[in-house]
């Protein structure tokens, strides 16, 4: 089942959160805080446990952020729509998984809107560090505590035992924090190290859950290691370097 009304409201609303980001001044104040907290409660009510509701709380507070950051009224506008299509099935994920853990097929949905998610989040936390007078401290642990949420959740949607993925949790939040720190000498915007970020993001995820599902293999990994590198290396290749100040 892919439509239920009730997450097709929610996902309007969460398109008029954005709307009224982008063109009410005072949406910083007391509007944008009520108008979240409505989208995240609502999302909780629907998918009645917490690790479902991680990340459409993420992505409501993630999209308003990287939202500031686009020029374009066209781009806000496919911005704002593409985003409430990931709300959309980050919530329907989480209503199929509460009526049935094992949905295969919610855990993939689920999993698409986890990479838009931290996208979203390490797009915007980069982007408003290279505008704003942000320490290199407080990026790390902006990237640590969006990448362990995120994380944990989706090892506890796909079932892994709570010590060992709070630990590995842990561990990914240490490696992107690592990685952040690194990215901070490199000549790139913010979308390109949001990307490359997000690659060894997700490079880390899939040998961990492979491992824990018993589907991790010398080949595998070797492929993960090459297409790591080769991604890494043609986005560095083709993107814009601008010069060290």
Known sequence: MFLRFNILFLSF????N???????EKYSTWVG?????????????????WKYSVLPAILTAGSVFLLFLIDSY???RIFSILASIVFYFAVLAGWRLAQYEKDQTAKAMHNLATIASIFLWYAAAYGWYLNISL????LMIIFSVITFLVAFSSFAINQIEAEKRLVYSVFLASLIAQVVWIQNFWPFGYLTTAVISLIIYCVGWEIILS???KKLTVRAVI???LFLFSSVALILLSTKWYPMI
């Open 13 to 16: 609303l969460f398109a008029a």
């Open 211 to 213: 491992f824990f599902l």
């Open 223 to 225: 492929f993960e290691i």
């Open 18 to 24: 954005l709307w009224v980001a982008a063109n009410f």
């Open 135 to 138: 320490p290199i401290w407080a």
């Open 74 to 76: 066209s781009q806000m």
């Open 33 to 49: 805080i009520v108008f979240s907290l409505i989208l995240i409660i609502g999302a909780r009510l629907i998918v009645k446990r």
